[in-house]
């Protein structure tokens, strides 16, 4: 079980970067969605790239709306979360046929969310042993693939 939560603990980035401002509020504003890593946009969420990875195609869906609880969200925006969370895992297993999926969300610090105050879904494609080529050097993770190509992959499937 342990396995399956800790991946999402890291932090989506330092907070020297933003002291203040929410990012996933920033990021859509910004209009730079290569750059920011944003794959797709809908009506009231938007799918995003983690800067920080856990497996390669680590995609997370978030509300435009700034909310900390499942609460703070209406009905047509938790709707649509859910169908981009299924569009997701869709293309994600068409791109890159992972063995299995992990779909989370963690809600409050205590629970081991990275920017607590701004809920997203993570969804990541696993395969089995993938936790082994994963090398971790300081705060930096080795990955398989660059996230350009990730985005350049995903990108063309959305
Ligand atoms: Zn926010």
Redesign the pocket.
């Known amino acids: 079980m342990d396995r399956l939560w800790n991946p999402w603990r890291f932090q989506y980035v330092s907070k020297e970067k933003r002291p203040e401002g929410?990012?996933?509020?920033d990021l859509p504003r910004e209009n730079n969605d290569e750059e920011n890593l944003i794959v797709h946009r809908a009506r009231f969420n938007y799918i995003i790239l983690n800067r920080y990875p856990y497996t390669t195609g680590h995609l997370m869906v978030v509300p435009f709306v700034?909310t900390d609880s499942l609460q703070g969200i209406d009905g047509a925006t938790s709707q649509e979360l859910f169908e981009l969370v299924r569009a997701a895992d869709d293309k994600l297993r068409q791109v890159y046929r992972p063995k299995g999926m992990n779909l989370g969300m963690n809600l409050g610090e205590a629970a081991g969310a990275g920017i607590a105050?701004?809920i997203h879904m993570h969804v990541l494609p696993r395969w089995i042993g993938d936790a082994n080529f994963l090398t971790v050097v300081g705060e930096t993770r080795i990955l398989p693939e660059e996230l350009s190509e990730t985005y350049r992959k995903l990108k063309a499937v959305f």
Do not use: Q
Not at 22 to 25: D, M, N, P, V, Y
């Open positions: 929410c990012i996933f509020c700034h105050e701004h």
